[in-house]
């Protein structure tokens, strides 16, 4: 529990975001997804059931920082043999790779980009105008602001940058006292860029297994006291 007189959120760009400090990734409210394709045609879901993380809340969000651990043995797609398989030196080989390991470089603000907001900023072109369209695009940004967060992926010792597309979902005082936030995440990257290349060719074309992955990460951080 927080000391009471902490300030659990501030306002900053429109948004309602958590106070700086130290959070951590709460184990009972989070998931570390992937989704893969099968044969071309559909998709194999799956998750690893443990995973930590730390987020550094700077007093500048934007100057904020994560690093995450994911425990490679506790990849589950609801299939034994499938999951003994990508357990195995074809896939993440979890005994000499127990951890797949992100570590955050910079943080970036992702405003409104749809076409009425890019439609607003032209039209308002003149400097006066074009703040009142500015101050109007990030109030309608509101608790779901939208961050890249730009960091190094590393999957059996070899290390890549991806991009993950964040999604701020809020932050408030829970009823135990805790200053939490949510959030979601998403990047995609090519899986023969980290050595993972077992696969089979289709008679018909194609592959057994798709090379690109995609990571769906969803959960609540926690301030630490």
Do not use: C
Not at 10 to 31: C, E, F, N, Q, S
Request: glycine share 8%; no cysteine.
């Amino acid at each position: 529990m927080t000391d009471g007189t902490q300030e659990a959120t501030r306002r900053w760009k429109g948004m309602t975001i958590p106070a700086a400090g130290t959070y951590v990734l709460d184990a009972a409210h989070k998931r570390v997804g992937f989704v893969a394709h099968h044969m071309m045609v559909s998709q194999v879901r799956g998750e690893f059931t443990a995973a930590a993380a730390t987020i550094r809340v700077g007093e500048d969000p934007l100057d904020s920082a994560v690093t995450a651990t994911i425990r490679t043995a506790t990849l589950s797609t609801q299939n034994e043999d499938r999951d003994t398989h990508l357990r195995s030196s074809d896939f993440l080989d979890v005994e000499r790779w127990p951890t797949i390991e992100f570590r955050s470089r910079r943080v970036e603000r992702r405003l409104a980009d749809d076409a009425i907001a890019q439609w607003a900023r032209l039209r308002n072109h003149l400097p006066e105008r074009s703040r009142v369209a500015t101050e109007i695009v990030e109030r309608t940004v509101g608790v779901g602001g939208r961050f890249t967060v730009v960091g190094d992926l590393t999957i059996r010792d070899v290390t890549h940058e991806v991009a993950l597309d964040m999604h701020f979902g809020g932050a408030k005082r829970d009823p135990y006292g805790r200053d939490i936030f949510g959030f979601s995440a998403t990047t995609d990257f090519d899986r023969e860029d980290y050595g993972l290349v077992w696969n089979v060719t289709l008679e018909t074309g194609g592959w057994l297994v798709g090379k690109r992955v995609r990571v769906e990460i969803a959960g609540e951080a926690v301030r630490e006291v």
